[in-house]
């Protein structure tokens, strides 16, 4: 890739003081702005309530190891405005300073990129200001692109209600719903792998595979964001997007070029529109289960929180390919471990066989294959024995990004490959709509696990 070609961009954080900005995306733009991944022409604007002082920002960002003259050079691409995000007058003077900094940069046109990390509830009201701002569309000073962190709705409707709230002002091509696990290296790398071993294309479907496990844990707990997470619980967190968009990428019927992004979309598209839909209560009983880690109430001051900290719902793609094979998903927070890992079981013809391979998406990334072989001896004893891929042994001298760089590399480059289109997330909420719905009536079913557990069955 070469830098040089993105053009004058500034990239205005909506929510810099948030808890995104300061773990995840400031770090990334520092690490690209080390390796000169940044065009020259590059400012961050950081947008909040508060007043926030540059120096005291810095110093909660975890960069004592890093060079403090690379540190200065990057503390000048970023200044902070004071913003109220529900008054138009602030979007005004916005839209003000963009136009000045186009005098700045001595440029015709901006590449403005729009990066929403605010909550949902106030999203709608943001994206009406920007269009009554005229900061929304593309014009001869600017190209606007609209950056959208999730959760992208609470629900069905809600979801439907922000598509449609964004339409109004945005075009569907203007707009990155981002999903992190889907810039991850160790995803992307599935339909690279899928592709390129063609020992695995013919087994890849019904006739071979038992079943598909996709499971995200985390040794943390919800890290002091009570309120967020009282509003939100493991199943929209992670299954709505992170776990069912890595489903897609396991099962989806490989487009003839991976590197065209209509394919790609309308294939991610065609596994989540097809998933088959729960008919009942009681159906949605049998293929869910949810959990809350023991000190949750207490964290966030709810004796009756019934919100769930662990969920896990199977499901099934309903055409020919996949029919019959359970997919569950399961995440939990304040478990025993770190481990997000996808395992496809092959179909055993015998009760003592296992054959199964893993994508380990993170940590120890990589992808192990289990056979099963006869242990040597005098009899027919067998026994489980592995083949494995390790990122660390094979690619020593190279470390690889994390998601939020490839995010901004990919919105510099207006590549939406890696992000969620409005289809897709009306896909996913739709067929977790009746376990929303199933748990919000339900009272029962809620187990309370001992921090630090492993998997719950
Ligand atoms: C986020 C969730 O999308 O993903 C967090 O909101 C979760 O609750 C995080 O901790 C996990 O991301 P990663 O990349 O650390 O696995």
Known sequence: MNPTKIESTILVIFGISGDLSRKKLIPALFNLFKQNYL??????????????????????????????????????????????????????????????????????RLNLLLYLSIPPNIYSNVVRNLGQAELNENNEQFDVKLLVEKPFGYDLKSAEKLINDTKEYFTEDQVFRIDHY???????????????????????????????????????????????????????????????????????????????????????????????????????????????????????????????????????IENSIWKGVPITLTTGKGMDEKRTEIIINFTANHEQALNKLTFRIQPNEGIGVYLTVKKPGLDRTTETVSMDF?????????????????????????????????????????????????????????????????ELN
């Open 182 to 316: 889907l810039a991850k290296d160790t995803a992307q790398n599935i339909l690279t792998f899928r592709r390129y071993n063609p020992l695995f294309q013919t087994a890849w479907n019904n006739q071979h595979i038992k079943d598909i496990k996709i499971i995200a844990l985390e040794q943390i707990g919800i890290e002091g964001r009570a309120k967020f997470y009282e509003s939100i619980g493991a199943l929209r967190d992670l299954i709505q997007s992170h776990l069912l968009q890595l489903m897609a990428l396991i099962t989806l019927t490989l487009p003839k070029d991976l590197a065209n992004k209509e394919s790609i979309h309308l294939a991610r598209h065609d596994i989540l529109s097809n998933l088959k839909p729960f008919i009942n209560t009681d159906e949605v009983a049998r293929n869910v289960l949810r959990g809350q880690y023991e000190t949750y109430r207490q964290e966030v001051d709810n004796v009756d929180s019934m919100v769930e900290t662990y969920a896990s719902v199977t499901v099934e």
């Open 39 to 108: 065009p020259n022409e590059f400012k961050i604007i950081g947008l909040s309530r508060q007043n926030i002082n540059l120096d005291e920002f810095f110093n909660k960002l975890n960069f004592e190891n890093e060079d403090p003259l690379m540190i200065n050079n990057f503390k000048k691409k970023l200044s902070f405005v004071n913003f109220d995000p529900q008054t138009i007058e602030d979007y005004k003077t916005l839209k003000t300073m963009l136009v000045d900094q186009l005098n700045d940069f001595n440029c015709d």
């Open 390 to 454: 390790s990122y660390k042994n094979s690619f020593k001298e190279l470390s690889y990004n994390t998601s939020y760089e490839k995010v901004i590399i990919d919105v510099l480059n207006k590549d939406n490959t890696l992000f969620a289109t409005a289809d897709e997330i009306i896909d996913t909420w739709t067929i977790l709509q009746p376990v929303i719905d199933y748990w919000s009536t339900n009272q029962n079913d809620l187990i309370i696990y001992p921090n630090g557990s492993g």
